[in-house]
């Protein structure tokens, strides 16, 4: 990953950080303030627990430690008492990180490790940029049925059902594909159809539900995401193997467009390459990954090679979008 977005973002999260621990202090010196008993019980457990540790060190014990125990367990109690007769527990009179996990730290457990908030918004900056730039206002709370007909017509959708009802049924399977995204049996989803039937909201409407379970999110065109694993190849200076490793070890890849690219025998192997390498769910990791194109299945089988289409086919929920253009309506 990019050095210097790690930089700018360690630093954005040691402020958030600092913010937080001085809103939760300032908040605490207020109930104290008034609550001077709360106060004094916080002083006397920092008095026990410093004997406790003093107890354990030195090998004469002058005190029980089973009486410090009982003396700190009561005072624990006392305090819970006097908070929950004021509506508060202990919970409340900490931080309020934004992220549970590193506590804003952007590492887990004081690791070296990534925590994966801070690993989504370096895909932010670095590749998903305006892709999912829409999710506070594409998400299922925003998502309307209501902008597809309820019209049943063969001759025109060639389906025994409504428009309606049919994004009804993918977005049940959408909601599934999330709740099961655990799961490697689990199929990925390949959303087909023309421009304007609600794929790339659809689409925002997952991400969105992926990123608030804490995993991550690469949202690419498959026109961009081919080029820029062709200029890896060849060793272009602006492209690092980092990119590479993201595209396989992302939690969630959403490719957007398939069939917009421009093919030649390189890209048929690399998206081979992307789509196999995500079955596989390497290092027991388990990556899902989500197409969308306007293509429709015939066409997908005379675009792609057999073994990336047979893909489709057996790992896949393949979800067909038909209706009126709902853009179009949602201006009106």
Do not use: W
């Not at 040691?14 to 621990?21: C, G, H, I, N, W």
């Not at 609550?35 to 002083?43: C, S, T, V």
């Not at 305090?79 to 004021?86: N, Q």
């Amino acid at each position: 990953m990019n050095n210097e977005v790690l930089k700018t973002l360690l630093k954005e999260y040691e402020q958030k950080k600092l913010s937080a621990e001085i809103t939760a202090s300032q908040k605490k010196d207020k109930i104290y303030s008034q609550n001077a008993r709360l106060r004094q019980i916080d002083k006397e457990l920092q008095t026990l627990v410093f004997s406790t540790m003093k107890n354990i060190l030195q090998s004469e014990n002058n005190v029980s430690s089973k009486d410090l125990e009982e003396k700190i367990n009561k005072l624990k109690a006392e305090k819970l008492k006097i908070l929950e007769s004021i509506g508060l527990s202990e919970k409340d009179l900490l931080p309020k990180y934004e992220c549970e996990i590193c506590n804003d730290t952007g590492y887990i457990n004081n690791t070296s490790t990534l925590c994966n908030c801070i690993k989504q918004k370096m895909f932010d900056m670095e590749y998903n940029k305006s892709n999912i730039g829409n999710l506070e206002k594409e998400n299922f709370d925003t998502f309307s049925l209501e902008l597809y007909s309820d019209e049943v017509n063969f001759e025109k959708y060639n389906a025994n059902i409504s428009p309606r009802k049919n994004i009804t049924n993918i977005k049940k399977l959408a909601q599934k594909f999330i709740l099961d995204f655990d799961d490697p049996d689990a199929k990925n989803l390949l959303f087909t159809g023309n421009t304007g039937l609600g794929k790339t909201f659809l689409s925002n409407c997952i991400a969105k539900e992926i990123i608030n379970k804490n995993k991550t999110v690469l949202y690419q065109t498959s026109s961009v995401l081919l080029d820029t694993i062709i200029d890896y190849r060849f060793g272009k200076e602006n492209v690092s193997k980092n990119i590479y490793d993201n595209i396989l070890s992302v939690d969630l890849l959403i490719i957007d467009d398939l069939g917009t690219e421009t093919m030649n025998s390189l890209k048929f192997t690399e998206l081979f390459n992307i789509i196999n390498t995500r079955l596989l769910n390497q290092n027991n990791h388990i990556t899902k990954t989500l197409i969308s194109t306007n293509l429709n299945i015939q066409e997908l089988f005379s675009n792609y090679d057999e073994r990336i289409v047979s893909r489709f086919i057996g790992h896949y929920n393949i979800c067909r979008f038909f209706g009126e253009d709902i853009r179009i309506k949602n201006r009106t």
